[in-house]
């Protein structure tokens, strides 16, 4: 099965994304830095904004590397440099989230009361409170702007820590209306409106973090291959199983996936000839074919009862014969 072929268009489009993000959020980080005074809130974006350089240089890094020919120190290439980048994204994401959520819980224990004063500029005496909302919202654009536009790519390359990058873009975009929220709450006399804001943004901001990390590990330990947005086996990997499964009846079917790529091995069987070509064995769809990296047979059985529950959850299936090699 020869290497291969992803769509080049989506993924150069994905990168010159990325380079956006990391020139837009430059600007961004030092106009936050500028005003952030001791809004709790700020000063906690300003963090999440320079933790938002993570996934971008991730994705940039390892597309550089998965490009490289394989040497014979790496002999396998380097595949699975994406979903390493995936992990100190999800790292990265979690971070953020309980970094916003412990902020916020020691304000509100401590009640810290936040004051907002004034800057002079251009001979006036200027509430900084306005140039906070003008950089809260300036700071909404970028990630709001650079997420709509790599959800669709991450899905299009089922690229997993591309989507988490989209992720943390969200995550930007709500603790900025979370700024704006405690800056506005200041103004008006609520101290704890500030904490408050930012305590709610983080418990989304973890969920997200969470699940990512579950996904990235269970990569990094050859786990079955999950699904874009959350911990359970992906669908797209439950319909090749069944696919597979159905064509070698009695056969054990091992998945894993490596960034973007699927593995397979498929145990009790000889190699069908000729072997089939990879549209053939893909069942979803032609477009996505390439996700199909490799098919390997071999005449050897194992067991296959616990790991065929994983793509029948609910079923309990005694453990089958395996028919010889043929």
């Known amino acids: ?7 080049d268009e989506a993924m150069n489009r994905a990168m010159r994304l990325c380079w956006w993000q990391i ?3 430059v600007t961004v980080v030092a106009v936050m830095g500028v005003v952030m005074g001791q809004s709790q809130t700020m000063k906690t974006a300003w963090i999440e904004d320079m933790l938002g350089f993570v996934p971008p240089i991730a994705f940039l890094v390892a597309a550089r590397m998965e490009r490289r020919p394989r040497s014979a120190r790496f ?3 380097f595949a699975r440099a994406n979903g390493l980048g995936f992990f100190v994204s999800a790292v990265a994401l979690t971070a953020v989230g309980a970094l916003l959520l412990v902020n916020a819980l020691m304000t509100l224990a401590m009640a810290e009361h936040a004051t907002v004063g004034s800057m002079r500029l251009f001979g006036h005496d200027v509430w900084l409170g306005w140039l906070m909302l003008a950089a809260q919202g300036y700071a909404l654009i970028p990630p709001l702007v650079i997420g709509t536009k790599l959800l669709p790519l991450a899905r299009t390359l089922n690229d997993k820590l591309l989507h988490t990058n989209a992720m943390m873009n969200k995550a930007n975009w709500l603790t900025g209306a979370a700024g704006i929220a405690g800056v506005v709450g200041l ?3 609520w101290w704890w409106a500030d904490a408050v804001a930012a305590g709610l943004i983080s418990i989304d901001i973890i969920n997200d973090g969470w699940k990512a990390l579950r996904s990235s590990a269970a990569e990094l330990i050859d786990g079955a291959p999950r699904a874009l947005d959350k911990p359970e086996v992906s669908p797209d990997a439950r319909t090749l199983h069944a696919t597979l499964d159905g064509r070698f009846p009695g056969a054990t079917i091992l998945m894993r996936e490596t960034g ?3 593995h397979v091995e498929i145990h009790g069987v000889d190699a069908p000839d000729p072997v089939p070509a990879r549209e053939e064995l893909w069942p979803c769809g032609g477009d996505s074919a390439w996700r199909l990296a490799q098919v390997t047979f071999t005449d050897r059985p194992l067991e296959r009862d616990r ?4 793509f029948s959850p609910g079923e309990r299936q005694a453990p089958r014969q395996h028919r010889p090699g043929r």
Do not use: D, H, K, V
Not at 1 to 7: D, E, H, N, Y
Not at 307 to 310: C, T
């Open 23 to 25: 020139g837009w959020f």
């Open 187 to 189: 103004g008006l006399g």
């Open 1 to 7: 099965m020869s290497a291969p072929r992803q769509p």
């Open 307 to 310: 790991y065929q529950e994983l």
């Open 260 to 262: 973007r790529l699927i």
């Open 75 to 77: 002999p396998f290439g």
